[in-house]
């Protein structure tokens, strides 16, 4: 993707900057700004892919903004199609997950649950929600899960990264099988055993999660404590671009910053094995 070249240099940086996750959502509404049309799509999933090829990486579900495409008035067919079109001849087997953005509402929640349903067997594998859990709660999107899970798409949601334990228990009870995010599922004993026993699988980002003031600081992550606990995590990037990281480098922290042994790396990298959802 190609910023405007009329954005000055210090507008930016300073979007850039954000300390906490309500400047990181104005930093991703400001990209998303920039996108203008579905070919950008197309450019923006070639370069992707040209950066998981780079890592060694030859699988991937990757979570797409639908809901995104919606907000900024695009035609999502054309958008797909421009997706689809780019993912042609790559060397890396790309899976989607469909997001809309929860604070929206219901209505919008359920728009997106129908786009996604349409791919099924088209490159689309699950359905989740993104964006402000705390404005926006997973126990209202009832409806649109099950007709997701009922259309043969697979349930994401992100939980339990700028709100409690509880969002968490929300995205399960409607139906989520894999949690975004879920750092603060630490503060409840009784749901790590939940997810211990359950073999639920958080998505952790860390490098996302300092960016965004979800946590404090680095040394403060909760990811080794969660691991210790026997939840199943894997590591990911959230928005590569945005966080200024990719899958290597989030590898790289949690053995350099929280220890962890390239066994226990291995059994990280095996949990991503394990529960994707492609089979």
């Not at 695009?74 to 997706?83: A, N, P, Q, T």
Request: with cysteine.
């Amino acid at each position: 993707m190609r910023l405007d070249p009329l954005v000055p240099r210090d507008t930016v940086d300073a979007v850039w900057g954000f300390t906490d996750f309500g400047g990181f959502i104005e930093c991703f509404k400001f990209i998303a700004q920039q996108l203008r049309g579905p070919e950008d799509y197309g450019r923006i999933t070639r370069w992707m892919i040209e950066q998981l090829t780079e890592q060694g990486i030859t699988y991937a579900e990757v979570t797409l903004g639908a809901g995104v495409v919606l907000w900024r008035g695009f035609d999502f067919d054309s958008v797909w199609k421009e997706i689809r079109s780019a993912q042609k001849g790559s060397p890396v087997d790309v899976w989607w997950n469909l997001d809309a953005i929860r604070q929206l509402g219901p209505e919008h929640v359920m728009e997106v649950a129908r786009i996604a349903a349409k791919y099924v067997g088209d490159g689309a594998i699950s359905f989740g929600i993104g964006g402000d859990e705390v404005r926006g709660s997973a126990s209202e999107l009832r409806e649109a899960y099950a007709y997701a899970r009922d259309a043969g798409l697979r349930l994401t949601a992100h939980a339990g990264e700028t709100a409690g334990p509880e969002s968490i228990r929300d995205a399960l009870g409607i139906g989520a099988e894999r949690i975004g995010h879920g750092i603060r599922a630490v503060e409840d004993p009784d749901l790590m055993r939940w997810l211990r026993e359950e073999r639920i699988p958080l998505e952790v980002c860390i490098t996302s999660n300092v960016r965004t003031g979800a946590v404090a600081a680095l040394n403060g992550h909760p990811v080794r404590r969660l691991f210790d606990a026997g939840v199943p995590i894997t590591l990911n990037t959230d928005d590569p671009g945005v966080f200024g990281t990719d899958l290597t480098r989030e590898f790289e922290i949690a053995r350099d910053v929280f220890g962890f042994s390239e066994a226990e790396l291995q059994t990280v990298r095996d949990a991503a094995w394990e529960f994707r959802f492609v089979r």
